[in-house]
Structure formats: C-alpha cells, structure tokens
C-alpha cells in the first residue's frame, strides 16, 4: 500500500518579502535603463534569493505529525494541561522556527512556538488550556505556520491531530459545580444533625486507636489490664474521637415542562450545575451516593464506586434536553433511594407543578428548582436516642 503523498502548505508573501520582491523587480530595469551592472545583479540576486526561499518554505511543513493528548474530563471555566507531540518523518530537512496555533492555547489560542524539529526528532509540548462551556470537546484541527527562512514567505499547514490511542483527542466536559446559598444553607444543616447523631451515638467503646502509659486525671475504665500486667506500668486505652457517621444522599434529577409552556435551556443548565456540584461535593467528603437521571433514559448511578462517578459526570456532561410531559416517570423507581438519609429533587421545571406528585414517596425529600429555589418535606433527618431519650427537631 502506497503512503499518502505529504500534504503541500499554503504560501503568501509577507509585506518583506513583497517588499523585496518590488524593489528586485524595479533594480532590473532601472540598472538596464542607467547601464549599472551592480544594479542588475542586485535585482536578479534579490529575485534568486526569493526562488530559493521560496522553495525552502514550500518544504519546511511537510511531513511533520502532531498528536495531543486532553484529559478526561474536566470542569468549564477550570485550567487544565494539554500535552502535544510534533514528530518530523523527514530524513534530511530541519523545520525552524514553527508556530503552532491550537485554538485549546490559552484564551484566543495564541501559538505555541518551537524552534527547531531535527529529522526523526519528537518534541512534547505542554501548555495550559481552559473551556467555558460543557459538553464533548473534540478540537481535531490544528494550524501550523513558519516564515523560515529570511521571512520572506508565511507557509500555512492545516491538519487533524492524529491519536496515540482511543479518546485522547476528546474531553467531557461536566456542568460547573454550582452550590446555591438555599442548597448550601441544607446541607449545613444535614452535617450539623450527623455531627450531633454521632456525639450521642458513638462508635464501638470497644475499639480504640492506641495504648500508652497512664497519666493522672485518666479514666480508670480505660486501663488496659491485659497489657498492663505484661508491662511494669499502667497501660491505658486512647480512643479516636467520634466521628459522624456517613450518610447515604440521594439524588434524583428529572425534566418537566407543563403542557402550554416553553422549555428554557437556561434553566435546564442550572439545574445540572446544581446537580453536578451536589455530587461533587459528596464524592470530595466520600459519603455514598445514589444518583437518578430521568433523561433521555433511567439511569442509576451508585457512589462511591470510582466508576459510577465518573459515569454520572459523563451523563451530565452529554446531557440533552429532552422534558417529559408527563410525571409519570415519578411514580416508580424510588426502591433505589431505600438506604438513603434524603434525597434531592432536582428539575427544570417549576417546582408547584412536580412537587406534589412525589409526597409521600421518601420521608426525606428536598426539592430544588432553578427559579424558586428550595424546599424541604423532611421533618427530621435522623431519629436521635441517647440515653433512652429521642430528640427529633
């Protein structure tokens, strides 16, 4: 099979060498028209040497390769690191002096220089490189362009970044993680009352961290006899203080649009950032997740398993609107949501018109909309019995 034939740049003069290009032209005659040899010859040398650039510049974007590498995923408006590896597959010619412009290139995709690319040579290039909107971020496309040698010529290479394996050239890119005072002022709360459960509740008394000698003012009940009566002091027991217990969240994320009205995109945007920063926020605090995603299919999405979050940041990601209307959909499916403390519902549309259709379904509901914000059906989060007594607020 025979290789593809190297693509050839595109050429233009550049006002130097349009410059020169005149000035040689116009010695010609002149020197012809006064009887200046020296004139002649310097229009003809002017005229040669831009053939020979000409040529130079013709070659210096051939056969160069590019491949890039983007990370996974990422956040809009979050700084990320683009590496990029240009190849040269020629045996003799040196490219020089090369600006490579990938639109990825910080804001306005300002060129990556590099100075020089020996035969066989691959040089790798790391830049940083920021989006704002989310979705799949596929920017094949790449510019190269060199004025080598002299500047008298521009050469211009357009290309597709080739792949070192599946997925390098393409990013997801996931709803800003977005908290409102209202969801920020619950969540407060929902740690607050597990802080307060676990003091009351503590764990094992049986379990302990470490042992070390006794000091005065130590509980008599924290002597640990076995290890003291192989020792020549009083070894004690030191126990971790209590920690709160994980709670299990829930999150349930659905579309509607009443019959008559619009759908707004908008809308439907701030409710997956709402979402988005919901399930980062328990994923950096490691506590369990059930996530629900009504659109276009059920989707289920169990946390902490690695692989689950990063599948709902996918789903998020490539999420396209689609509103339901009807509310079936919230009929069934809430056996998922069995083990968790509370369950967020999040939808785009308004939430009088959703709402009631889900009382009753989890004792601890707390519906968000973009427009009027939130609110809670759950009287309290957990049932406290210290000492015999319950405490419910």
């Known amino acids: ?10 050429l233009s003069l550049t006002p130097s060498g349009a410059v020169t290009f005149w000035l ?17 010859i310097l229009g003809l040398l002017g005229l040669i040497s831009l053939l020979i650039t000409k040529h130079l510049a013709a070659r210096q974007l051939t056969q160069l390769h590019l491949q890039r590498r983007l990370p996974r995923r990422g956040f809009p408006g979050e700084t990320f690191e683009v590496e990029t590896n240009i190849g040269n597959s020629r045996k003799s010619l040196i490219s020089r002096e090369i600006d490579l412009n990938d ?51 521009e050469a211009t290479l357009s290309g597709h970044f080739e792949s070192r394996k599946a997925g390098d050239d393409t990013m997801l890119v996931a709803p800003k993680p977005t908290i409102p005072s209202f969801v920020d002022q619950i969540l407060q709360q929902i740690e607050q009352e597990a802080a307060l459960f676990s003091e009351l ?18 509980s008599v009940k924290s002597i640990h006899w076995p290890a003291s009566s192989r020792s ?17 969240h829930g999150i349930l994320l659905h579309q509607f649009v009443p019959p008559g009205e619009m759908n707004q995109p908008d809308r439907f945007e701030k409710i997956l950032r709402i979402a988005s920063g919901l399930l980062v926020r328990f994923w950096q605090r490691d506590l369990p997740v059930v996530m629900r995603i009504e659109f276009p299919t059920s989707q289920i999405f169990r946390i902490p398993e690695q692989h689950h979050y990063h599948e709902a940041l996918d789903a998020l990601a490539e999420a396209i609107s689609n509103p339901a209307t009807k509310l079936d959909h919230l009929d069934t499916g809430w056996d998922c949501f069995e083990d968790c403390d509370q369950v ?36 309290t989060a957990r ?3 210290p000492a015999g007594k319950i405490l419910t607020r």
């Open 383 to 385: 049932t406290i019995k």
């Open 24 to 40: 040689s032209l116009f010695a010609i005659p002149s020197g012809a028209f006064l009887y200046s040899g020296p004139m002649v």
């Open 232 to 248: 020549d002091s009083i070894i004690v027991r030191e126990f971790d203080p209590p920690r709160p217990k994980p709670q299990c």
């Open 1 to 10: 099979m025979e290789e593809p034939k190297p693509r050839k740049p595109n």
């Open 344 to 379: 967020f519902v999040l939808c785009d549309g308004t939430r009088n018109h959703w709402q009631p259709r889900i009382e009753g379904k989890h004792p601890a509901l707390i519906c968000i909309d973009p427009e009027t914000g939130g609110f809670q059906t759950r009287k």
């Open 201 to 218: 509740n503590p764990d094992d008394p049986t379990e302990f961290r470490s042992l070390r000698k006794f000091r005065s003012g130590d």
């Open 103 to 153: 639109k990825l290139a910080g804001h306005g995709g300002s060129a990556i220089k590099f100075a020089s690319v020996a035969p066989g040579q691959t040089l790798t290039r790391n830049y940083p490189a920021k989006v704002f909107q989310r979705g799949r971020l596929q920017i094949p496309h790449y510019t190269l362009s060199s004025r080598w040698p002299f500047g008298f010529f």
